[in-house]
């Protein structure tokens, strides 16, 4: 429509009048700002489905391969992990940054959950540099997603409660078990969300990591059962070096609790050994890792309130890797998942000066895994 205008006025006789000239820079302005960039890259920032489709159709006349990063921002190496790996294999890398209402309880941290758009920004930029200069990739960053809750959830957005009416996408009983057990809306709000965000980038690939395990297994099973055309990635897990896994709630935690925070890798490595030392029987490898974690608890229970940390096990499993039930014995043939969620507790006796993390240190759950590896015969 504008292009249409501009020409049009190029055209007439009327371009070189002196009031004609400055309305037509004013329009190439307004169409140049319309176009949001991240400043200084040639990353697009889009905000609607309708921005999303125009930029897409493209692409997709041009066969270029779309890839998908599906993110909460607050941006991380393991997130950024996996945008190398989609620039690796598509042409076109669409990162998505939006905190998603539905996959959260009403008690859980929707309100402090990070928000860090600037320095988002700041780390696609700098990682786009890095793409441009390693020949090695088929493409780089071209677009960053961040719509509204209005906009992902055109017909209002149903709510958070368990009971909320609305168009979802439920995927039972796996949506139930362990994450969804302590979490009962949190996959009926990622399956949802991925369904739309799949629905509007259209992408030939998404990429997801392993940190989140059983999401990784949701997202499989509603790709497959709802012949979505897409392919699901999965990338390893980042960690710290002290095997801490990234993750963006890692933030909430301060100093005192980031010490002990490893105790649920450090109990998941205890059961792997089990396993790999040709254990396959749920009993001996799971008690190798409650040992470590109540162990750990015991210490900590030994120091003073000034200065220990205190945590609550919600779940250690041992389960099937394709659709994350409980396994009484592992099949060598087809190996495992060990997984695990602990809940740090708010340290007690605060000092002053403290870092308490951000929020001042609120209860934190965090989540691991582990993949228990089919053993050669
Ligand atoms: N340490 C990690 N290694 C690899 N991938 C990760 C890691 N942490 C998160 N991801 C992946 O990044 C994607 C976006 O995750 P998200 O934005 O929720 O970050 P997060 O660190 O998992 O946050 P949270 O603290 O809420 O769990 C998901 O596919 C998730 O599995
Ligand atoms: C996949 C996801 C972006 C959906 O909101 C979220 O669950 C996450 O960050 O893992
Ligand atoms: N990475 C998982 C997102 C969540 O916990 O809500």
């Known amino acids: 429509m504008l292009a249409f205008t501009t020409r049009s006025l190029s055209a007439s006789r009327a371009f070189n009048r002196p009031l004609i000239r400055p309305l037509i820079r004013t329009m190439a302005t307004a169409r140049r700002q319309a176009i949001e960039k991240i400043p200084s890259t040639p990353i697009r920032v889009l905000r609607t489905v309708d921005a999303v ?97 209005s906009e992902m959830y055109p017909s209002g957005f149903p709510g958070q409660e368990i009971g909320s009416k609305g168009s979802f996408v439920v995927l039972t009983p796996i949506s139930e078990l362990l994450e969804g057990g302590t979490r009962p809306t949190f996959f009926r709000g990622v399956a949802t969300v991925c369904m739309k965000l799949f629905n509007i980038v259209q992408p030939e690939k998404v990429y997801f990591g392993q940190k989140d395990v059983q999401q990784t297994v949701v997202i499989r099973k509603m790709v497959k059962d709802f012949m979505l055309p897409t392919e699901v990635i999965v990338g390893p897990t980042s960690r710290e070096p002290d095997g801490l896994a990234l993750s963006s709630r890692n933030v909430y935690l301060g100093d005192r609790r980031r010490k002990v925070a490893t105790v649920l890798h450090r109990a998941l490595e205890a059961a792997e050994t089990q396993y790999l030392n040709g254990a396959l029987d749920r009993e001996s490898i799971l008690q190798a890792a409650n040992a ?40 060598p043939k087809a190996g495992g998942i060990l997984s695990g969620a602990v809940k740090m507790l708010p340290v007690e006796s605060p000092q002053p000066g403290e870092d308490l993390g951000h929020s001042g240190g609120p209860a934190v759950r965090l989540i691991d895994n582990i993949v228990l590896q089919p053993l050669k015969s």
């Open 292 to 331: 470590v974690a109540a162990d750990t608890l015991k210490e900590q229970m030994g120091l003073t309130p000034e200065n220990r940390v205190t945590y609550e096990v919600d779940y250690i499993s041992l389960a099937d890797p394709s659709t994350m039930e409980e396994l009484k014995e592992v099949d």
């Open 53 to 149: 489709r125009k930029w897409r159709k493209p692409h997709m006349l041009d066969h270029r391969l779309v890839g998908l990063v599906p993110t909460m921002g607050a941006l991380h190496e393991g997130h950024l992990s996996l945008i190398r790996a989609a620039a690796r294999e598509t042409h076109h890398v669409v990162v998505s940054i939006y905190v998603n209402p539905a996959q959260f309880g009403i008690k859980e941290d929707l309100s402090s959950y990070p928000v860090t758009w600037e320095s988002d920004c700041k780390i696609l930029a700098g990682l786009d540099r890095e793409l441009a200069d390693d020949g090695g990739n088929l493409g780089r960053i071209s677009a960053v997603f961040a719509p509204t809750t």
